[in-house]
């Protein structure tokens, strides 16, 4: 019976262990599924939030390039209804430049034409306005040049002023065309005019300007034909700067002319945008070039250019590029500063105290500037960075006034020793001397020139700058001799005369003291006992030549 119900019992069990182990199989398979299917939501989930994003991304771009292609529509149709009107202001202008006084003249019909007109050195405007009615634009460049020292003044006075040219566009062109695109001057004296380029280009914007109030500097009254010009004088620009290396390796006030001129007459081209592109990252630390960005195209591109200068550690600039740009809102300026500030430290850190302190102090400088500027003293408190520009001060002071009062004290006891009348060191006086008569080298001349007068020479006697390394090694200051003398006459020194010469040879050392040289006849008897009939000097030992 118990064999029965065993033999009986084994199906069953293994039957339920089978079961159990498919059970098991199943159960691992409804893990494996909901893992994949866990996996797969999340994936597509993604894929979703990315694909909102992005959508998102592009609604706004569009509502952005709608709302600006809107505006720039209303803006066509505003210039197209107002030609008319503006035709008749610039006539209207036009016309008060005809009846206004021409320039005084001190000539009479029938003379030769007179020379360009000098305006008073009193008065900027004055002379400013008298060369613009004049139509003399070589003139007007050199006023300008003139008076770089009154810049401020020249910028006041200069929009006014070129409202007065018949033709302001060609004659801003006249008168930089000098020194721009390329310099032709002759004589380059002073070198570099780029700067005076930049302000008559930036001032002679208003007088371009369209005369409708509403419209303004969007649309400049430029002609084709100097619209033309300007774009040769662009391309010519560009050119001469891939010869020379490429836009980069420009000078930074060049470069800016460049854009100012491409910005003033309107002849920004799309091709070039790269170009106006890689000058604005290039020279951003200049002032204007946020606003020269925009005017040119690249509004666009302002987020790259401004999260470009991020990375380069230029977040001083990517602030003034922010407010231009009115990014403000991605790009928080304090933040930019305060990371300005920590990444500078690391650059002065590790320079030595002078160039650390200098560094410091223009960082320092910096920063206010652009604080106050953008006046953000409510976010970004100055107390501190103003008490440690003080501090670098003071202590710039304080070296400069130990430096000169070191310096000063050294040569000083020098002189003293030397004109108390004491006997010269033994290595001085035995130096070889060069009397040959050819003229000395630099470094001979620079270590003569502090070299005293000893007793027994009049002071007026002092070696300086004849290639002698000795006071009393100098040809004598007579008119006559003019340090030409192949044998120059030597001065007496202060050794007594009573000590005997010793007879040293070429291979001895000098003994001290040195030997003495005899008193010429009549050397201290004043200028006249120098004359043709004075005996030639004596022959020295030929130590003394060496």
Same mark, same amino acid.
């Given at each position: ?417 030397? *004109?108390?009348?004491? %006997?010269?060191?033994? =290595?001085? +006086?035995?130096?070889? @001397?060069?009397? &040959? #008569?050819? $003229?000395? /080298? ?6 003569? *020139?502090?070299?005293? %007068?000893?007793?027994? =020479?009049? +002071?007026?006697?002092? @070696?300086?700058? &004849? #290639?002698? $390394?000795? /006071? ?75």
């Amino acid at each position: 019976m118990a064999a029965a119900a065993a033999e009986e019992a084994a199906p069953a069990a293994d039957a339920i262990r089978d079961g159990f182990a498919e059970l098991e199989r199943q159960q691992e398979l409804l893990a494996s599924c909901t893992r994949l299917y866990q996996q797969l939501t999340e994936h597509f989930g993604s894929l979703e939030r990315g694909i909102k994003s992005r959508s998102d991304s592009l609604r706004a771009r569009r509502r952005v390039v709608e709302l600006r292609a809107s505006r720039r529509l209303d803006a066509l149709r505003r210039r197209e209804l107002s030609i008319d009107a503006s035709v008749k202001l610039a006539l209207s202008r036009l016309d008060a430049l005809a009846k206004s006084p021409a320039p005084k003249r001190d000539r009479e019909d029938g003379d030769a034409p007179p020379s360009p007109p000098q305006p008073s050195s009193d008065d900027v405007a004055e002379g400013l306005a008298a060369l613009c009615a004049a139509m003399d634009p070589a003139g007007f460049l050199a006023f300008v040049v003139e008076r770089r020292k009154e810049v401020d003044a020249l910028r006041a006075e200069l929009p006014a002023a070129l409202q007065r040219c018949v033709d302001p566009a060609r004659f801003a062109m006249d008168a930089v065309s000098e020194v721009f695109p390329v310099d032709r001057r002759a004589v380059r004296s002073p070198t570099d005019l780029a700067w005076a380029c930049v302000l008559i280009l930036e001032a002679v914007v208003p007088a371009l300007a369209d005369p409708d109030p509403e419209i303004g500097a969007a649309r400049p009254m430029v002609p084709q034909a100097a619209r033309d010009r300007a774009r040769g004088m662009a391309d010519e620009w560009k050119e001469a700067a891939e010869r020379k290396g490429g836009v980069e390796g420009a000078k930074p006030p060049d470069a800016h002319a460049f854009l100012q001129h491409v910005a003033t007459f309107a002849v920004a081209e799309k091709e070039d945008k790269e170009l106006y592109k890689r000058i604005v990252l290039s020279f951003s630390w200049r002032r204007q070039m946020p606003r020269l960005a925009l005017t040119l195209g690249l509004e666009d591109d302002m987020e790259e250019i401004i999260e470009e200068l991020i990375t380069k550690g230029q977040q001083l600039d990517a602030v003034n590029f922010a407010y231009e740009a009115g990014l403000l809102e991605k790009f928080s300026p304090v933040p930019l500063l305060k990371s300005y500030l920590e990444d500078s430290k690391k650059i002065y850190c590790i320079s030595d105290n002078v160039n650390a302190n200098k560094k410091e102090q223009s960082v320092l400088r910096a920063v206010i500037k652009c604080v106050e500027d953008h006046k953000l003293e409510a976010e970004f408190p100055l107390e501190d960075l103003r008490k440690r520009l003080e501090e670098l001060e003071m202590a710039k002071t304080e070296k400069k006034k130990a430096a000169s009062s070191c310096s000063s004290g050294g040569p000083a006891s020098k002189r003293i020793k030397g *004109s108390a009348g004491g %006997a010269m060191s033994p =290595s001085k +006086a035995g130096r070889p @001397s060069d009397n &040959t #008569g050819a $003229p000395s /080298s630099p470094a001979t001349a620079t270590s003569s *020139s502090s070299t005293t %007068a000893f007793i027994g =020479s009049p +002071a007026s006697h002092v @070696s300086y700058g &004849t #290639g002698s $390394p000795y /006071s009393y090694d100098r040809s004598a200051g007579h008119a006559l001799y003019c340090g030409q003398s192949p044998l120059p006459m030597r001065e007496p020194y202060a050794y007594p005369p009573a000590v005997p010469v010793p007879n040293v040879g070429l291979g001895m050392p000098y003994q001290a003291p040195p030997m003495t040289y005899p008193i010429y006849a009549g050397y201290n008897s004043g200028l006249g006992a120098y004359g043709n009939a004075m005996p030639p000097a004596p022959a020295f030992h030929q130590a003394y030549y060496r």
